[in-house]
């Protein structure tokens, strides 16, 4: 098969990773790839999606695999498909369930799938009305995509007007907060669930953890997420079923009520309050770095799985009897500013480890930190204390200068270490 990935990040080379091993793979493409997946595959600088398309056609890709929202939401899908081409993702339209919160609430409530009271409007007087009414803290959300920013939790009232705004002038998030989101705040554990989704039918993945604070002990300020694990224990059987009775199973029949059909992987963030699964967000694609934990743990030839899912024809997954745990490692800045290109040092990869690559550069043979996040040190083992142990061995034998990463991924989790 020949696969096109389009996708810059360490999700995208961890796909590229798992793919590598299939015997049935020919050849791998990335748009536009990162300065390691060139190592993997073949980089390609086409930016316009017609014309990806044209070069999918011409060289015969099998499949396009379709790594962040952005190219998702801007309709890539629908492009593709005008072409007859395989391509493994939601339409533009389905895509809404992570480009549009107003969409994706109203959607829920829709179909009476738990999730946090709210209001959706782009009225002030409206907005403060039901701010009154919420006990605090409480969350404003903008709409639409804001690099994972636009979630502001609000201490106090003020702060929640305040908020909305600055959203509704347009002054904090542009466009995505002309239209707000106000909630109830819910306080309980998050997990981030994955289903592979045909349309119709779909397979769950290990459930995983995010770590989205900079720093130990989630504090610091948000970033993309700085490490991951899976399985968590702290989602056991009777909670995975609710979160496929009551979640996915109602996600994939509203959509395809909305004549949308929701095809590729849904990426349900989740809070468990008092063992009840609430939807705080969808997104339409794999997380970053959740995927970088979740494909060691897939015994499945994925191309083939996505294949199949991209035809309406998903089979059944078998997964592997271990955990991963992913750290990621960031550059001196991150997530202020950009850091100078910093070369990358690698000792020696221990046994049950591997490096994923996302913001590097190659420059005459040699790997640069050219990004927020840098990489992600995988370890896996038999248990999640195995699993981190092995990740932080990893991150012992990396070095760049300014290199900052967590020491207490999977800590809601690990007994000892
Ligand atoms: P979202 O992009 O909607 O997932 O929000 C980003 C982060 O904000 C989530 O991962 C949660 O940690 C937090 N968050 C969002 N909504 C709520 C809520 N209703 N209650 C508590 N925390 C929330
Ligand atoms: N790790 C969270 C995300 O990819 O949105």
């Not at 989630?218 to 997420?225: I, L, M, Q, R």
């Not at 959740?290 to 030839?301: A, G």
């Not at 913001?359 to 083992?381: H, K, Q, W």
Request: some cysteine; proline content about 4%.
């Amino acid at each position: 098969m020949k696969i096109l990935i389009i996708g810059s990040g360490g999700r995208e080379y961890s796909i590229a990773l798992k793919l590598k091993e299939e015997k049935n793979i020919e050849s791998i493409y990335f748009a536009p790839g990162n300065g390691a997946t060139s190592r993997i595959g073949q980089n390609l600088d086409i930016k316009d999606y017609k014309d990806l398309a044209k070069f999918a056609q011409e060289n015969e890709i099998d499949l396009t695999i379709v790594g962040p929202e952005a190219p998702l939401s801007d309709g890539v899908v629908d492009i593709f498909k005008t072409y007859n081409l395989n391509i493994f993702g939601p339409s533009k339209n389905a895509a809404r369930l992570e480009s549009s919160k107003a969409y994706m609430k109203d959607f829920l409530a829709k179909n009476n799938i738990k999730t946090a009271k709210y209001l959706n409007t782009d009225n002030k007087d409206e907005a403060y009305k039901f701010i009154d009414q919420l006990k605090t803290p409480l969350v404003v959300k903008a709409d639409g995509l804001c690099a994972g920013k636009g979630v502001i939790i609000c201490q106090d009232h003020q702060e929640a007007k305040n908020a909305v705004d600055d959203m509704l002038s347009g002054s904090s998030f542009g466009d995505a907060g002309k239209r707000v989101i106000i909630e109830e705040y819910l306080d309980g554990f998050e997990l981030s669930f994955f289903a592979i989704c045909d349309g119709k039918n779909f397979v769950s993945l290990p459930v995983a953890q995010d770590h989205k604070r900079l720093l130990d002990n989630d504090e610091g300020p948000n970033t993309g997420g700085m490490g991951a694990y899976a399985p968590s224990p702290l989602a056991n059987k009777n909670l995975i079923k609710k979160i496929e009775e009551e979640v996915v199973k109602p996600t994939l029949v509203g959509m395809q009520n909305e004549n949308e059909p929701f095809c590729g992987v849904l990426f349900v963030g989740v809070m468990v309050v008092e063992n009840e699964p609430y939807v705080l967000e969808f997104n339409v694609r794999f997380g970053d770095p959740e995927c970088e934990v979740l494909m060691p743990l897939i015994d499945e030839n994925l191309s083939e799985l996505l294949l199949d899912a991209s035809k309406g024809k998903l089979k059944d997954i078998k997964l592997k009897d271990n955990y991963a745990v992913g750290v990621v490692i960031a550059s001196e800045k991150y997530p202020y500013s950009s850091s100078k290109k910093e070369k990358i040092d690698v000792k020696q990869i221990p046994q049950n480890t591997h490096v994923i690559y996302a913001g590097v550069s190659e420059i005459d043979g040699e790997l640069y930190a050219d990004g927020g996040r840098v990489l992600v040190c995988v370890g896996y083992g038999k248990n999640i204390n195995e699993a981190a142990k092995n990740a932080y061995l990893l991150c012992d034998n990396i070095s760049f200068n300014g290199m900052q990463y967590r020491k207490d991924i999977a800590w809601q989790v690990l007994n000892e270490r």
